[in-house]
Each structure stands twice: as structure tokens, then as C-alpha cells.
């Protein structure tokens, strides 16, 4: 398949037998670190990342552009997947430990539980910025599995605390270690993948934490088989198992994950070419002039994501999909044993709902991508089901008697929940440019986003069991708020891109000023 047309440079041209650099067979990473022309100018060797790279000197006209897709795909969204997994795995067991017997063992109250749920967050939001930025200094293929060495090991003490104050603790340092994840693994996409390929590599791996909230029910109930054994009890195994699980995983990650598509063995050189240029010019498509997206560090892109409009607006999309998908997560097992179910049939019940919200959410991303109308109708449309899936839980809990509609709502609220929080997280990546903006703005945005998270905790406290009227009540009025939110940013990015055709480049910037500019460029396109 062919290429497309590639833009003019202004850098100086190479020669017809620079231009013909050595084709790399996959897997070989042999170049020498330096190449010098006879000119004495410089090209990338592809053995070390270069961020000003931009293909430009070399020819990928020939370029299978499906294959390398493909080619990335399986090399990239498996690992991702299995450490998401593990994350929101690791994150959210603490609701299926407290079935087992959590609370009785540590002898601890309804509200010192939410507490113990609201203090991961604090330190989890908290620690989100700086581990994006120190993603991208130390290399993904060190920093993710580090910070999984740390948060596995965390895991795996709290299944041997004593009291309140010692799990209290455990999970404040489980949200430092954990901080970095999803932020990371979410940014590490956008390195790879153009505006639109991304929203289906953000849901496939994203439907692993679908597939993990069903295997969490089913690994709770085999591992709380194990009561008694080694004198601890039930819930104790499931942090031990689980958190030694990411750690052996963890290690494995340190020589499985790639860096950089410029420095990726399992493509050639003119693949690498074609990844990277594409990569660099795509924010000003369909602006008639191309501008290479800045890739160097500089802390006014930190400070320009603090203070973008953006970011603040999409954080209430934001809240609206993750106060839902935290209050289901932390709570679905309780609410479905408090409807009469014993500990066992509460956790298989979890199951369907989730392994359903997995397959939408790869379906819905796929139409996301490939759509003429944006990704705003992709991420509305889903949070209506979670609108109407809370409205039916609300009412049957009024009611009373009614534990099989009280499911259902719940069912229809989380397979909404998770087909909008992939787009809501490409949407926002889509519209930041500058790979630090992008790298800041993200981690803010989902970092502030999941203080949602610490809200949630709270929307579902004991004494107000079984029928939790002011959980499903407050989760009615964050989708609604988030649902104005995604209205206000499509008509926001509508009027700034017809605003930007109508202007053009009036006020005579140059390529470098554009380029640092980011999405305030003039050339600059939102998704809308």
C-alpha cells in the first residue's frame, strides 16, 4: 500500500546514496550508533532514540502499512493488556477481600473502610504527573515494570496487616507505586498510534480491566478456598496470590516492552520511518500546511497542559465516567450480596456484566475510529446507558423487593461505563499536541480525573445498605453533569476549527513557532 504524500522540509537534502541506508532485517538492531555523510551531516542510526527524527531521510513509499499495524499490535497490546489488568486487578480486590471477611478479621467500621478506599486515590493522583514525565526520560521498558515490582510487592504485604492502621498505609504507598500505570500505558499508545487508530488500542487494552472485574469475582472465589491454610484466612490469599502474580509479571515486562518506534527492533528501517513521520505531522492534517509535532522538554509545555481549557472541561466528562465506573467496581460484589445473595453466587453474578462490557467496548472503539462524525457521539451515546442503567437502579432500590431490576440497572450502567472511558481518554490525547503537553495534560487529566475515585468510595456507605439510594443518586448526577461536558468541548473544537480555516497562518508564524505552539497552532485540527 502506498504512502501518503510526505511534506516538504526544510532541512538540508541528502544525496541519492545517503537517501539508500541499509534495509534492517527484523530483530537486528546492528546499525553503529553515529552515521556522518561525506558532507559531514548527520542521520538518524536508529540505535538510540532521537525525538527530532521525522523519517524525512528515508524512503517508506513501499511501506505494508496494515501489516505494520498488525506488526505492532502484537507486539505492543498484549503486554499492555496483562498489566492492566493486573492493575485494576490489584486496585480493586480489596472490594472482594471484604466478602471474604476483611472488615470482621480487622475488626473495622463501615467508615474507616471508605477510608481505607479514599486514601489510595489521594496519593494516586498525586504522583501521576511526575511519573509521565519520567516515562518518557527513562524509557517505558524500565519505568513500567519498576513501578509493577513496587505495587506487586505492596499488594502482596497487605495481605498480611493487622489492624485498620496498617492497611490504611499499605494503601497509600499502593497508590504511589500504582500512580503511573494507566497514565503511562495510555501516553505510551499515543507513541505509537495516530489520532485515529487510537481508540481501539486504548479499548483493547482497556477491555482487559472488563476481563479483570470478572476474574477478580472468579479468582476471590477459588482463592478464599483457602481459608486456613498457612493459619491465614481467605481474603488474606487474595492480596498474597495476586500481588506475587505482578510481580512475576513485572519482571518478565523489563524484557518484553519496546520503547520507541524509532528504536523498535521488530521493524525495519523504513517501517520505523513511516511510524515516526506520520506520527510527527498529523495534528496539522487537513490544515494545508504540515508542521512536525515538537518532541524536546521544556517546562512551559508542563505549564501550557496546567492551564488549557481543555483539560478542566474534559475532567468533568471525565468524573462522569469514572465516579460510575469506581462506585461499580469497589462495590458491585457488596450491592449484589446485600440483594440476598450468599458471598459465593455475589461474586459469579460480577462475571456477565463484565465480560459484556469487554466486547462493547472493542466494538464501540472500532466504530469510534473509523467514524466521519468524531468521537463525541461515541463517548454521549454510552453515557446515556449509564444515565438510564443508575435511573433503573435508583427506582427498583426504592422500591424494594426487586433485586433482579437493581442487576439489570447495574448491568446497563457498566456496559456503558466502559465503552465511554477509552474514548474519553483518546479524545482528550487527540487534542493535546507536543508529545510533553501531551504526556502533562494526560496525566493531569486522568490523574484529577480519578479523584473521582475517592468521591465514589464514599457514595456507598454502610448505613445506607441494601439499597444504597444515595450512591445510584449521586452517580445519576455526575453522568449528567459529564454528559454537558462532552456537549460543550464538541462545540468548543467545532468553532475553533472553522475559526482556524477561516484565519489560516494570518499572523505569520513560522514552523518553529507553530510546532512549540502545539494545539494552538494556527495548522492545528481538533477531533471533534
Known amino acids: 500500500m502506498s504512502s501518503p504524500i510526505r511534506p516538504q522540509v526544510t532541512e ?15 530483530g537486528s538492531d546492528s546499525l553503529p550508533a553515529l552515521s556522518t555523510t561525506a558532507t559531514g551531516q548527520m542521520h538518524h542510526t536508529f540505535t538510540h532514540h532521537d525525538p527530532n527524527w521525522a523519517g524525512d531521510d528515508v524512503d517508506f513509499s513501499h511501506v505494508d502499512e496494515k501489516a505494520v499495524l498488525r506488526k505492532m499490535d502484537l507486539r505492543l497490546l498484549p503486554m499492555l493488556a496483562l498489566l492492566y489488568l493486573l492493575s485494576f486487578l490489584d486496585r480493586g480486590n480489596i472490594g472482594n477481600a471484604k466478602i471474604e471477611g476483611l472488615t470482621e478479621t480487622l475488626h473495622m467500621t463501615g467508615p474507616q473502610y471508605n477510608w481505607c478506599l479514599t486514601v489510595f ?33 505492596v499488594m502482596t504485604l497487605m495481605g498480611i496487616v493487622q489492624s485498620y492502621h496498617g492497611l490504611l498505609i499499605a494503601r497509600i504507598f499502593l497508590g504511589v507505586t500504582e500512580a503511573g500505570l494507566f497514565p503511562g500505558v495510555a501516553y505510551y499508545i499515543t507513541m505509537w498510534y495516530c489520532r485515529k487508530e487510537g481508540q481501539l488500542r486504548q479499548a483493547l487494552f482497556f477491555s482487559a480491566a472488563s476481563i479483570a472485574g470478572a476474574f477478580s469475582g472468579l479468582l476471590a472465589f477459588a ?17 498474597i ?92 460484589p457488596t450491592i449484589i450480596n446485600e440483594l440476598g445473595y450468599v458471598s459465593s453466587t455475589a461474586q459469579l453474578l460480577t462475571v456477565p456484566i463484565y465480560i459484556t462490557a469487554a466486547c462493547l467496548t472493542i466494538v464501540t472503539a472500532w466504530y469510534s475510529d473509523r467514524s466521519k462524525v468524531g468521537r463525541a457521539f461515541y463517548i454521549f451515546i454510552p453515557m446515556c ?4 442503567g443508575f435511573i433503573i437502579a435508583i427506582a427498583a432500590s426504592a422500591h424494594g423487593h426487586l433485586p433482579g431490576l437493581v442487576y439489570a440497572g447495574v448491568f446497563i450502567a457498566t456496559c456503558g461505563i466502559y465503552p465511554a472511558f477509552p474514548g474519553n481518554i483518546c479524545w482528550m490525547s487527540n487534542n493535546l499536541a507536543g508529545s510533553y503537553k501531551r504526556s502533562a495534560g494526560m496525566a493531569i487529566h486522568i ?12 457514595f456507598y456507605r454502610a448505613n445506607d445498605k441494601p ?49 512549540d505552539m502545539g494545539d494552538r497552532a494556527p495548522t492545528f485540527r481538533y477531533i471533534l
Open 12 to 26: 538540508v537534502p541528502l544525496s541519492s546514496s545517503e537517501k539508500s541506508l541499509p534495509t534492517q532485517d527484523e
Open 241 to 332: 496470590l495476586e500481588g506475587i502474580a505482578t510481580v512475576l509479571v513485572a519482571i518478565s515486562a523489563y524484557f518484553v516492552l519496546f520503547d520507541f518506534p524509532d528504536t523498535a527492533s521488530f521493524l525495519t528501517i523504513e517501517e520505523r520511518a513511516w511510524v515516526v513521520h506520520r506520527l510527527k505531522y498529523q495534528g496539522s492534517e487537513g490544515s494545508g500546511q504540515m508542521v512536525a509535532e515538537t518532541d524536546f522538554f521544556h517546562w512551559d509545555f508542563v505549564k501550557a497542559a496546567f492551564t488549557d481549557w481543555q483539560i478542566y472541561t474534559g475532567l468533568l466528562m471525565y468524573w462522569g465516567i469514572v465516579c460510575p465506573l469506581y462506585g461499580i467496581a469497589l462495590f458491585l
Open 385 to 388: 446507558a449509564i444515565l438510564i
Open 447 to 458: 490523574g484529577a480525573g480519578n479523584l473521582a475515585g475517592a468521591m465514589a468510595s464514599n
Open 223 to 239: 482463592i478464599a478456598k483457602m481459608d486456613g491454610v498457612g493459619g491465614l484466612e481467605g481474603w488474606r490469599w487474595i492480596f
Open 467 to 515: 439499597k444504597y439510594i444515595l450512591g445510584h443518586a449521586l452517580e445519576i448526577g455526575f453522568v449528567s453533569v459529564g454528559m454537558i461536558a462532552v456537549l460543550v468541548l464538541r462545540w468548543n473544537y467545532a468553532r475553533i476549527n472553522a475559526q482556524r480555516d477561516r484565519e489560516g497562518n494570518e499572523k505569520g508564524h513560522s514552523l518553529k513557532e507553530m510546532s
Open 121 to 153: 486515590f489521594f496519593t494516586y493522583c498525586a504522583f501521576e504527573v511526575p511519573s509521565n514525565l519520567m516515562l518518557k526520560r527513562l524509557r517505558p521498558s524500565i519505568w513500567l515494570p519498576s513501578i509493577m515490582v513496587a505495587w506487586g510487592t
